[in-house]
């Protein structure tokens, strides 16, 4: 089986060569470049399986990269800081990236986020319907303007195909496979990211945010995806009303 290939994008050389040291020592090819524009150059030639994404860069910071990147691939996408305001990692989050980690973190620390984020991307869609008939299973979910296909991982509101990111994806049919049950934000993260993620769980807040914003008529009275005040999300089945 060939190596994962991670791209490395970091105009800081020793941020390169210690985070490529500790990844090429667990078993992962490393490619890197040392801008935004050599990045996007980059993902053409190797179509790595990862991608680690500095923020503050020369020429293109991190989040136009990610917005340029996310028209090409829906691999992971990390973001690798100094920064640690709320709103970069919320914008950061907002251009379709899957995690956000401060430079302060240890390597190896690193190094498991990325494991756990390739573990999750090998495995999507990560759940199988457990409220529905499961005598046969279902790569097809129909609600009330909503079509999910779980095998093309297409989603058509309305008749018209929405563009999901990733996790959003994953987010929506692990909820919809399992109409009206309640997830905690910290499950949705075990489930979604893995419980070895060691990420943040405000994480899931802003996906969801973020895929209400193309699914509802009004994000902030959605129809699909409730909040349960206290407890965490749900998905509302109006066929069955």
């Known amino acids: 089986m060939a190596s994962e290939v991670i791209l490395l994008?970091?105009?800081?050389?020793?941020?390169?060569?210690?985070?490529?040291?500790?990844?090429?020592k667990n078993g992962y090819e490393v490619v890197t470049a040392g801008d935004g524009i050599e990045a996007v150059e980059t993902l053409e030639i190797h179509q790595p399986d990862l991608i680690m994404l500095d923020v503050v860069m020369p020429n293109l910071d991190g989040f136009e990269v990610c917005h340029l990147i996310r028209k090409k691939t829906e691999v992971p996408i990390l973001f690798l800081s100094s920064k640690e305001e709320d709103m970069d990692k919320i914008l950061g989050l907002?251009?379709?990236?899957?995690?956000?980690?401060?430079?302060?973190?240890?390597?190896?620390?690193?190094v498991a986020k990325i494991k756990a984020h390739l573990r999750r991307s090998r495995t999507f869609p990560p759940i199988q319907p457990n409220n529905r008939d499961t005598s046969k299973k279902q790569s097809v979910l129909e609600?009330?303007?909503?079509?999910?296909?779980?095998?093309?991982?297409?989603?058509?509101?309305?008749?018209s195909v929405v563009k999901l990111a990733a996790k959003e994806f994953q987010i929506l049919s692990l909820l919809a496979q399992n109409p009206e049950r309640v997830y905690s934000v910290e499950k949705l993260f075990e489930l979604i990211?893995?419980?070895?993620?060691?990420?943040?769980?405000?994480?899931?807040?802003v996906h969801i945010s973020?895929?209400?914003?193309?699914?509802?008529?009004?994000p902030d009275d959605p129809t699909y995806i409730k909040t349960i005040r206290g407890?965490?999300?749900?998905?509302?089945?109006?066929t069955s009303e």
């Open 193 to 205: 990211w893995g419980e070895d993620s060691l990420g943040d769980y405000r994480t899931v807040m």
């Open 94 to 110: 907002g251009v379709g990236g899957d995690d956000y980690i401060s430079k302060t973190t240890s390597p190896a620390v690193i």
């Open 143 to 159: 609600y009330p303007g909503l079509f999910i296909n779980l095998e093309s991982t297409t989603v058509k509101l309305n008749g």
């Open 9 to 24: 994008v970091d105009d800081d050389p020793d941020m390169i060569e210690v985070l490529g040291v500790y990844l090429k």
């Open 231 to 238: 407890i965490g999300y749900k998905f509302i089945d109006k």
């Open 210 to 218: 973020n895929l209400r914003k193309k699914i509802e008529a009004n």
